[in-house]
């Protein structure tokens, strides 16, 4: 059973950092792309950043470069999110996602495992 759990959530203030992890299991993590996408109420979810399984090619939202960076550490099946510089308009639960071969990483689609979510609330 694959599972995709997510840590490092909470409350800051605008200008603070915060480290998102996922830590994934019952899959082979080396072969997966990773993603992290985030969510508001009523609104689709959308993408963050993600991190290739071959190349560890990375790719950003728009509105995260220079702020956010990501990374994978295979032999601990963890990938993490480190976000710098945060806004109130950063505020969303965030998702880790894993797809074995993710065509669009900027789309949900081609991701097969997500995890429950991690509540990122940042105040001005």
């Known amino acids: 059973q694959v599972r995709l759990v997510e840590s490092g959530g909470g409350l800051v203030q605008a200008g603070d950092s915060l480290r998102l992890s996922c830590t994934a299991s019952g899959l082979s993590f080396g072969m997966y792309d990773m993603g992290w996408f985030r969510q508001t109420p009523g609104k689709e979810r959308e993408f963050v950043a993600a991190?290739?399984?071959?190349?560890?090619?990375?790719f950003y939202a728009d509105f995260v470069k220079g702020r956010f960076s990501i990374s994978r550490d295979n032999t601990k099946n963890t990938v993490v999110l480190q976000m710098n510089m945060l806004k109130p308009e950063d505020t969303a639960v965030y998702y880790c996602a894993a797809g074995p071969r993710v065509v669009f990483v900027q789309s949900t689609r081609g991701y097969q495992h997500w995890g429950q979510g991690t509540q990122v609330t940042v105040s001005s």
């Open positions: 991190s290739r399984r071959i190349g560890g090619n990375t």
